[in-house]
């Protein structure tokens, strides 16, 4: 099985809001490059790449607007992936969402978050919640909630064997 990972700068860019790549002539996030140039090369590295799941960080938006699944998808039709299907863990708000790309025909991803959520709570709360913990010795907790946090998926293969 073979797994990468790829952090792609401005990403988010490269789509509208409903998801679909701007293959086009006008210029993208990155300086002095078109968008459609961008969409270009990064088929060429996904391409050969040809891995059964891409880690991909800084992928498109999700939120009330985006789809961080429907944006990749799109992508992968476009380019023509064989890792044409996408999972997403916790949104966050920083346009630097992590997603999984990956092969239908060899395995399957599923957000798989471990532990409790405990928003707010004492102890040591899932990634999407709130760890209460006295930062700064004022006797007080301070709020601290993960910007981006980790993805964690449950990936099994085709033969039945979960990773």
């Not at 760890?131 to 301070?142: E, G, K, M, N, S």
């Amino acid at each position: 099985m073979r797994i990468a990972t790829y952090n792609v700068e401005w990403f988010n860019a490269l789509f509208d809001d409903l998801g679909r790549p701007l293959d086009d002539a006008e210029w993208s996030a990155r300086y002095k490059v078109t968008r459609g140039d961008q969409l270009t090369a990064l088929g060429i590295v996904f391409s050969a790449l040809d891995a059964d799941a891409v880690l991909v960080v800084e992928a498109p938006d999700q939120n009330g607007r985006r789809s961080t699944v429907t944006a990749l998808e799109n992508f992968a039709l476009l380019i023509g992936l064989r890792a044409r299907r996408a999972v997403i863990g916790f949104a966050n708000d920083t346009q630097q969402e992590l997603a999984l790309l990956y092969d239908p025909d060899v395995l399957t991803a599923r957000h798989d978050p471990q532990g409790d959520p405990m928003p707010g709570g004492v102890g040591v709360p899932r990634f999407d919640g709130i760890f209460r913990i006295d930062l700064d010795i004022d006797d007080h907790a301070d709020r601290v909630q993960f910007s981006k946090p980790p993805l964690e998926v449950e990936l099994t293969t085709k033969a039945g064997r979960v990773l």
